[in-house]
């Protein structure tokens, strides 16, 4: 069992930046690789970035590659997401999921685990 809780959200300007961190509960978090996807209101969640066990693959979609980053530190069970350069289409719902897997994931669907999710307002 996995619990996941987001932080860093706000309301910023165009522009701007934000770090999200995802902590994760449990003793295994180096078993699960981790991911973060948003949902805009109307719109289906979508995937933003995704990071192996140990940091060292990381995949992102092609709205955001070069703005965000993704990272993770095993030690202290924290997934982030670095957000660069913040514009008003970025404004969301982030949430971050995991799934006992060693390799990035892009998949929403294999993903077991899901935070509450955190609001990011970007303003023009």
């Known amino acids: 069992q996995v619990q996941l809780v987001e932080s860093g959200g706000g309301l910023v300007q165009a522009g701007d930046s934000l770090r999200l961190s995802c902590a994760a509960s449990?003793?295994?978090?180096?078993?699960?690789?981790m991911g973060w996807f948003r949902q805009a209101p109307g719109k289906e969640r979508e995937f933003v970035a995704a990071v192996d066990w140990n940091g060292a693959i990381r995949h992102y979609a092609a709205s955001v590659k070069g703005r965000f980053t993704i990272s993770r530190d095993n030690a202290k069970n924290t997934v982030y997401l670095q957000m660069n350069i913040l514009k008003p289409e970025d404004t969301a719902v982030y949430y971050c999921a995991a799934v006992r897997d060693t390799r990035a994931v892009v998949e929403a669907g294999r993903y077991y685990y899901w935070g509450q999710g955190t609001q990011v307002t970007v303003s023009s």
């Open positions: 449990g003793r295994t978090f180096s078993s699960y690789a």
